[in-house]
């Protein structure tokens, strides 16, 4: 059973915060609350499995409420996996992965969403980055 602060923290890991910023919430007593975290998460903490399922149950009904409205982590990395391969002349107007077009004097603009963004994106949503340590820390996506 989880204490009201670790099902903050969990709330907080769910709503896509990071373990540092969850910690700091649900603990705001903590110096350290990097360090309080990365203990929290640690394979040797109790409550890290108790904290992962109320993660995954977080997830899962804010999923059920959004009525398949939230894009899940296969859905963000398959779009950014386009964008990064797409061929921008290949693209039709009206493309997903266009930021712009427009049309004037000299010719046609057409740009993209920036693809080095979209590596750096797809680098955290893969657990491949400092920034991503949640993930790496086992909670699922």
Do not use: W
């Not at 709503?15 to 990365?38: E, I, M, Q, V």
């Not at 039709?92 to 693809?115: A, Y």
């Not at 963004?117 to 086992?138: F, M, P, S």
């Amino acid at each position: 059973m989880l204490t009201a602060a670790q099902y903050q923290f969990a709330a907080g890991l769910a709503s896509g915060l990071s373990a540092t910023d969850a910690y700091a919430a649900a603990f705001p007593k903590s110096k350290h609350p990097r360090n309080d975290a990365a203990r929290l998460l640690s394979p040797k903490c109790r409550a890290r499995g108790a904290i992962q399922e109320e993660v995954a149950r977080i997830r899962r009904e804010a999923e059920q409420l959004a009525g398949g409205a939230v894009l899940s982590l296969a859905e963000k990395r398959m779009f950014l996996a386009r964008l990064v391969r797409c061929s921008i002349g290949s693209l039709p107007d009206d493309s997903d992965l266009l930021e712009e077009v427009t049309r004037g004097s000299e010719g046609e603009i057409r740009r993209v969403f920036d693809k080095l963004q979209a590596i750096e994106l797809d680098n955290l949503l893969a657990g491949h980055g400092a920034a991503a340590r949640v993930l790496a820390a086992g909670i699922p996506a």
